[in-house]
Structures are given as structure tokens and as C-alpha cells.
């Protein structure tokens, strides 16, 4: 392997703060979303790259199973947003605040 | 090279994906700069010897998962970003600044090469023994004094033990009994951290008391379409494995493993996948040389394979004796041990093979998962106007049946009269108790 661990894992690292930075500044509910999906691939990036370090195929395992996690995830959450987005007319997650009690 | 050259192409344009994504004021954009994303990364997982996830990277992120987002977005009519109404002023700043103090901590952390101190650990080494003593009886294995194989009989082999590596005192003993007929030490080491590697310990040699010999096993994935096989040869007379071709042939014969000496293993060789024709020879005599077979003589043969079917991905060991026959005589057979190879890393066979069997419960916990935001989601997307009006469709008094025309209009159709007088175009249908029709708006 000529490309280290190191610079996959950083890659992973730099995606999963674009992700972060996405969820804290954007103020559209789906485009938090999509940053919280790419936090996740970030960290399946970096799960794959210490699986093949260590030669075994748990990590692939891992990633299968986030992968189907974001899956239900966005599902639930696609339907939440669709439900407030027909009672509010917003999607923007400074307007959604009625939990605050 | 050209892995750095992909790599560095490809991380460059999901990190320029990523932040297009962020900075995209159409929604739109925004999801498919994501989906290029997914798409780079998934070629990352190509680069990192996981073609199985690269395809369900492709297929449920790229393919599902940002369909749904785009049919959402469509949905919603959510293209435009509305003005992004900011609460606290501060807010941005303060975020940027801790992005890059979280990059830059774990950034020096794996810059400064903290995450590969640790090596790999490998997996125990397995090791089993095989009983190709003719003369000795069935007996029981102890390695250190510790029980690993019981009654072994003449042809029969133990099961797989796990060993911590090290070196042990492996030694026979009649079965049942403390009298140790055969003992030596032989050192295991470690395989990788797969169990790419066994030892087979082969009891074998005229006379009650055998000899014990090491055959190393390999289990890493053949890259042929065949199976690995290696000779142990536990006669006393050297021999060749030969292809001895249509009915002895003396044209299409060929030599498959030359020369074992007795009490030696043969180095590996490939058998391709199908039915093959296959016969131990005698090396004495030099009948096969070099492939010139015109001396070759069927009554030569020592054991014969016919029709010996291979399968792919396997790797046999195959071990030949004698065998004592009642009449004092004895002829030469050979027991081959066939095991499967490991999957190639990251294949779709390994991945499902330790779904199904290591991580058999979270598999189904993500499944049940699955099923519940299935669910979930069909519940949430239910359209309630009215939350109070749903439970009282649920469980209310209109449970009984809806009456199409008032009670009132039903007597009056059998009088043939107006009884009384009603107003009957209102779609909706009231109640069947009159006293509630005043309530109606």
C-alpha cells in the first residue's frame, strides 16, 4: 500500500468537519441532514481504512451496518421534516423551536 | 504510484464536493455535489480493497438514499434556501473557530502517527493430526498433557484445535490408556489475522510406534479457478502424483507433483476445478522422466483417483500410506483432507459469511431496525388534518356504521311522503341520531 492510513483517515477527518460546519451554519433542515450523512460516510471511510490496516473485515461489517442505519434514519427523518414542513410551511430550523416549551 | 495519484485526485474532488455542498444556496445543488461526494468516496472504497462496499456504497447512498432526499426537496418545493434569518450573530465565527481547532487536534494526533503503534494481532494457530500409521493403534492426542484429539483411529483425523502459539509437546498414547507410543515438539507460530494458516501433525511409519511430521497449510484464496494440493507421501517408496490422461494414454500423460520422498510433503500445485483423472505412481524404475511416459505401465499404479472431482477455493492435503489388508499384504491408499480456502478479503462471500455467522444479532437488530422506520416513516407522512378528528374515527361513536341518508329521508322513501320535511343535497352524511344535526355547521 504506497498511500498510508494516515492520509485516508485525515481525508475522512477534513469530510467529517466539512459535515460538522455544514450542521452548525446552515440553517435548512435538509441540508443539516445531508451533512449529518456526510459525517457518517466520513466515518465509514475511516472504518474501511483501519479494516484493511488490520487485515480483517469486521470494519466492513461496521460500514454495512451504519450504511443501513443512515438508511432508516433518512427515512424517518425525510418523514418528519415532510409532516413539519406541511404544519409549519418552514423547514428552517431557527423557526423550529415549539419544543422549547 | 498510481494508487497516490487517484487517491489525491479523487480525495480533491470530495473535499471540493463537500464544500460546494455547504456553500450551494440551491437545495438541489446542494444534494447532488453530496452524491458526487458519495460517488468519490465510494471509489476510495475501491482503492481500499472493498468492492462489495463500494457497490452498496453506489447503490443505497448515491442511488437510494439521494433520491429520496431529491424527491423530498421536489416535494416540499424547498429548492430556494428561504433568507437565512440568523439568531445569533456570533455564531458563525465561533463555529469556524472550533472546526479548526477539531482539525487541527486530530489532525496533529494522526499526523503525528499515533494511530499505527499497534500491530495487527494474529489469529491462533489451528492444528489437527492425522493417524497414517498402518501398524498403531487408535489413539489420543495430548499436546503439553492437555487432551486435544480422542480415539483416532488408522486413517481418521482429529479436528481443528486452537493453540495459543508456541512450542509443544505434542504426543500419541494408545487410546484410552497412558502408554505414549510417539511424541515431539513442534513450534506454532501465529498466522495472519485471518486463519490463512494450519498445521496438520501426520502420525505415520511402520511398526506400533509412529513418527510425527509437520505439514504446513495455506488457506489464502487461490487465485486460480482450482484447488491448492500438496503430497504428504507416508509410504516407504518415493512416488509421483501423474494426469495419466485417456486410459494411459502414453501421449496425453503428464506429470501433476514429481518426486516425493518417502516421509516429505510436495510444494503446492494447482489442481483446476472439474473432474480429473488422477494415479500415484512408483519413482523407482524412472518410468515418467521428464514427461517422456513411453515406459508408463498401469500395472504400475499404485492408487488410483477416478473421476476425482475438485472443487474451486479449496486446498487439500493429500496423504499417502499403506494400508495393512487382511491377508498380510498391504496396498497404498491416499486420504486427501479437503478444506475451503478463505474468500478473498472483502469480497461479497467473506462479508456474508461473517454477517451470517460473527455478527449474526446486530444483523438482525439493524434489520428489525429497518422494518421500524419503515414503519415510522408511513405513520409520519400520514395525512392528519385534524388529530382530534383521527382518534375519534379511531375510537369515537362513529364507529358505527355511516348512514348515506338521514334516518328521517329513509321513513319518508317507505311513506312515500315528506316526513318531515328535510333538506337532503348536504354531501356529507350526518349522524344517524337526529338530535346531533343541529350541531353540524
Given amino acids: 500500500m504506497i498511500v498510508q492510513n494516515e492520509a485516508y483517515v485525515m481525508l475522512s477527518l477534513v469530510l467529517f468537519v466539512l459535515g460538522t460546519m455544514g450542521v452548525l451554519l446552515r440553517r435548512n433542515a435538509i441540508i443539516v441532514f445531508m451533512s449529518v450523512e456526510l459525517m457518517l460516510n466520513s466515518a465509514n471511510l475511516a472504518l474501511v481504512a483501519f479494516s484493511r490496516q488490520w487485515g480483517t473485515e469486521s470494519g466492513h461489517l461496521f460500514v454495512f451496518f451504519v450504511i443501513t442505519v443512515a438508511a432508516a434514519e433518512v427515512a424517518v427523518g425525510l418523514a418528519l421534516l415532510v409532516a413539519i414542513f406541511r404544519t409549519r410551511k418552514s423547514i428552517n430550523i431557527d423557526e423550529l423551536h415549539q419544543m422549547e416549551g | ?441
Fill in chain 2, 1 to 441: 504510484m498510481s494508487e497516490l495519484i487517484l487517491f489525491v485526485a479523487i480525495g480533491v474532488i470530495a473535499v471540493t464536493a463537500a464544500v460546494m455542498m455547504l456553500l450551494s444556496e440551491n437545495t438541489v445543488y446542494s444534494a447532488l455535489f453530496l452524491t458526487l461526494n458519495f460517488l468519490c468516496v465510494a471509489l476510495l472504497f475501491l482503492l481500499l480493497n472493498a468492492p462489495f462496499l463500494a457497490l452498496v456504497q453506489v447503490a443505497v447512498y448515491a442511488g437510494a438514499i439521494m433520491v429520496l432526499f431529491l424527491f423530498v426537496i421536489m416535494l416540499l418545493g424547498a429548492e430556494k434556501t428561504t433568507e437565512e434569518l440568523k439568531r445569533f450573530r456570533w455564531f458563525n465565527i465561533t463555529t469556524l473557530v472550533l472546526a479548526v481547532i477539531l482539525l487541527l487536534a486530530f489532525g496533529l494526533a494522526i499526523g503525528a502517527g499515533q494511530i499505527d503503534l499497534q500491530e495487527p494481532v494474529g489469529a491462533q494457530p489451528l492444528v489437527r493430526v492425522i493417524h497414517a500409521a498402518p501398524d498403531a493403534d487408535a489413539v489420543d492426542v495430548r499436546a503439553n498433557d492437555v487432551l486435544v484429539a480422542q480415539d483416532v483411529a488408522f486413517g481418521e483425523t482429529s479436528e481443528y484445535v486452537s493453540l495459543p502459539p508456541g512450542t509443544y509437546n505434542i504426543a500419541l498414547f494408545v487410546a484410552g490408556t497412558d502408554q505414549a507410543i510417539a511424541a515431539a515438539p513442534f513450534t506454532f507460530d501465529a498466522s495472519g489475522p485471518q486463519r490463512a494458516t494450519a498445521e496438520t501433525i501426520v502420525a505415520y511409519g511402520e511398526g506400533a510406534a509412529p513418527v510425527l511430521a509437520s505439514v504446513f497449510e495455506d488457506f489464502r484464496t487461490v487465485e486460480d479457478q482450482g484447488s491448492r494440493l500438496r503430497v504428504f507421501n507416508a509410504t516407504t517408496q518415493a512416488v509421483q502424483l501423474i494426469d495419466p490422461g485417456v486410459e494411459f494414454n502414453q501421449r496425453d500423460a503428464q506429470i501433476v507433483v514429481d518426486t516425493v520422498e518417502p516421509g516429505t510433503e510436495s510444494d503446492p500445485v494447482i489442481l483446476l476445478e472439474g473432474i480429473n483423472e488422477l494415479a500415484f505412481i512408483p519413482t523407482v524404475g524412472e518410468r515418467v522422466v521428464d514427461g517422456d511416459v513411453s515406459n508408463l505401465d498401469t500395472a504400475d499404479t499404485l492408487f488410483r483417483l477416478r473421476d476425482y472431482e475438485v472443487e474451486r477455493d479449496t486446498a487439500q492435503l493429500m496423504v499417502l500410506t499403506d494400508e495393512r489388508q487382511f491377508d498380510e499384504t498391504s496396498r497404498v491408499i491416499a486420504l486427501p483432507l479437503v478444506e475451503d480456502t478463505l474468500a478473498p478479503f472483502g469480497s461479497p462471500k467473506s462479508i456474508g459469511q461473517l454477517m451470517l455467522t460473527k455478527y449474526l444479532l446486530p444483523f438482525e437488530m439493524v434489520s428489525l431496525l429497518l422494518l421500524v422506520a419503515m414503519v415510522g416513516a408511513v405513520v409520519l407522512t400520514q395525512r392528519y388534518h385534524d388529530l382530534s378528528k383521527a382518534l375519534h374515527r379511531v375510537k369515537g361513536p362513529a364507529n358505527r356504521r355511516r348512514v348515506a341518508r338521514p334516518l328521517t329521508s329513509v321513513v319518508a322513501s317507505q311513506l312515500g311522503t315528506q316526513f318531515p320535511p328535510t333538506t337532503t343535497n348536504g354531501d356529507a352524511a350526518p349522524e344517524s341520531s337526529p338530535e346531533l344535526q343541529p350541531e353540524r355547521p
